[in-house]
């Protein structure tokens, strides 16, 4: 532009010239149309030089503005960066990551804040681009790097602020399950140290209910053990402590070992408890019932006999008793012991029960015992007295078949003079003297014997042995007696009457062999009752007749 003076003296000076009438026309023709050539080069110069000083202008605006937003937007960007990078997550606790998370919104508005910043400044570098010609790869570098450092730092703000959400939502999620686990063990826990009332009947039923709610929280358990894994995987990919995640999965996961192990030993206790209170139950059980049933079996004994088989049987019987006593009195001394290992181990549900119990069972045995011991001595006493009587009745049984056949010695016949007769008279007199009133006390001992066994037999009791025995010892004596009776008749004085006296003599062997053969009942009297032996001739001739 400084030659453009210069430019219009000229031209000024072509146009003198031109109108100058001194100059030829050809030559005016020729200078008009070089002005007009330099006028239009100039004014197309003129023209193309304001237009490109315009364009510098406005590139070299937009380039200042650029430049400044630029500026201020990068070192802005720069210490978002470096704020981003400082604010790196150092502890995994929930109050910690809240409070990065709540640092990192503040920072994520403050990043959108300058979102308008970022596009003005990107808005104002294409501007600038658009206003250049050329040289335009450091600008357009600048955007591109510019650009790329903006998303970076957007995306890492969104995907940080995502990261902690996560983090705080599986933290949330953990703790509630830590909180409902724990809120489990400890009622697990403090239902197991209430119960510690071994009288109570009931209790093994509770602690299976505290082992069945104890191991509903083995699945909680396995999905904290899992979360708590997770985290702590995380937190070292943060690079962050865990440890207390770890420590609270582990505190639970012993907590809940020792919870079972002494739910475990518990029950253990309780069902070995419960099966030594069934077993001592079951033998006081058997032991009642067994005595009961030996009780009845005892009342249900018949009375003491009166014949040596059945006592004897008898004794068997009481014997055999005995030894059923003697059996459950083992079993009883087997409950006890039970119930005192069972008081030892304080298992024992009802110890004054259990002892009174037993007490009771002891009374009942020592009373059927001494029953039964008093019965066996009845027994063996009656046994003693009934051998003692029919050992006298056999005796006594012998004695008088022995006085019958010595008696048949003096039923021969009577002498044919009366030496003879005298002499039998006192044969027979020394006989009845010296055999047969010894007899007759042997037959009124055993009388008296036999009749006092009878006598004291209790109702219901068979006295049929011993009443025929006696009955037929007893008729035998009285036919003894009879036959003694006739003899010592015959055998009077009659040597004066002797034909008559023999032939009554003769009278009377024939009637005893007669009446022997004929049954008492016929006549219901002794022979002898029938017949008076007269003392002088005169009698003995009308007995004859």
């Known amino acids: 532009m400084s030659k453009e003076h210069e430019i219009i003296m000229t031209v000024n000076k072509g146009k003198e ?7 030829r026309k050809n030559d005016q023709r020729t200078i008009t149309q070089n002005l007009e050539k330099i006028q239009k080069g100039w004014d197309r110069l003129k023209k193309e030089t304001m237009e490109r000083n315009t364009r510098l202008q406005t590139c070299q605006e937009h380039c200042r503005k650029y430049d400044k937003a ?15 990078e400082a604010l790196k997550l150092t502890s995994f606790k929930k109050i910690d990551i809240d409070k990065q998370l709540k640092e990192m919104n503040i920072f994520k508005n403050d990043l959108w804040r300058h979102t308008n910043e970022y596009e003005s400044t990107r808005s104002l570098g294409e501007t600038f681009l658009a206003a250049c010609d050329k040289d335009k790869q450091g600008v357009t570098a600048e955007l591109r790097d510019m650009k790329a450092r903006w998303e970076v730092l957007n995306n890492a703000v969104l995907a940080k602020v995502q990261d902690l959400e996560d983090a705080s939502a599986r933290l949330n999620e953990f703790n509630d399950n830590i909180r409902d686990v724990k809120n489990a063990l400890n009622r697990c826990e403090d239902r197991l ?18 082992a069945e709610e104890a191991a509903k929280l083995e699945r909680p358990l396995d999905t904290v053990k899992g979360q708590g894994d997770g985290l702590c995987k995380v937190a070292q990919e943060c690079e962050c402590e865990s440890d207390h995640i770890k420590e609270t999965v582990d505190d639970l ?7 079972r192990a002494r739910l475990d030993d518990r029950g253990s206790d309780l069902e070995a408890a419960q099966r030594g209170m069934a077993q001592f139950n ?20 018949k009375p003491i006999g009166r014949d040596i088989p059945t006592v004897k049987s008898q004794i068997r019987e009481i014997e055999n008793f005995m030894d059923k006593l003697h059996d459950k009195r083992a079993d009883l001394e087997a409950a006890a012991t039970t119930a005192e290992e069972l008081i030892r181990a304080n298992l024992a549900t009802d110890a004054r029960g259990m002892k009174s119990q037993l007490e009771n069972l002891g009374k009942q045995l020592a009373r059927l015992d001494d029953k039964s011991k008093q019965r066996e001595t009845e027994l063996h006493k009656m046994l003693e007295k009934l051998e003692s009587f029919y050992e006298l009745y056999r005796a006594t049984d012998e004695e008088i078949n022995d006085l019958v056949s010595k008696e048949k010695s003096f039923g021969k016949g009577i002498g044919g003079d009366v030496e003879s007769i005298r002499a039998q008279q006192a044969q027979f007199k020394e006989f009845r003297a010296n055999f047969v009133e010894a007899v007759g006390k042997e037959v009124d001992e055993c009388n008296k014997t036999g009749q006092g066994l009878i006598q004291t037999a209790p ?9 025929k025995d006696l009955e037929k010892l007893n008729d035998k004596w009285n036919a ?7 003899v010592l008749i015959l ?3 009659i040597i004066e009457e002797l034909p008559l006296y023999i032939l009554l003599t003769n009278f009377f062997v024939f009637f005893f062999k007669f009446s022997d053969q004929r049954p008492r009942a016929e006549t219901g009297r002794c022979p002898t009752q029938f017949w008076e032996v007269p003392r002088s001739s005169r009698g003995l001739e009308q007995v004859v007749e």
């Not at 996961?253 to 919870?259: A, T």
């Open 70 to 84: 630029r500026e201020t937007f990068l070192k802005w960007l720069s210490s978002a960066e470096d704020k981003l």
């Open 491 to 493: 055998q009077k004085p």
């Open 282 to 301: 079951e033998q006081l059980k058997n032991v009642s019932g067994d005595l009961g049933n030996l009780e009845d079996e005892f009342n249900g004994m």
């Open 253 to 259: 996961l012993d907590r809940y070992d020792v919870l």
């Open 193 to 210: 140290a209430s119960a510690d009332d071994t009288k109570d009947p009931k209790l093994l039923q509770k602690i299976k209910a505290i």
């Open 480 to 486: 003894l007696k009879e036959k003694v009776h006739l």
């Open 17 to 23: 010239l031109a109108s100058s009438k001194s100059t």
């Open 459 to 467: 109702n219901g009791v068979s006295t049929s042995g011993i009443e």
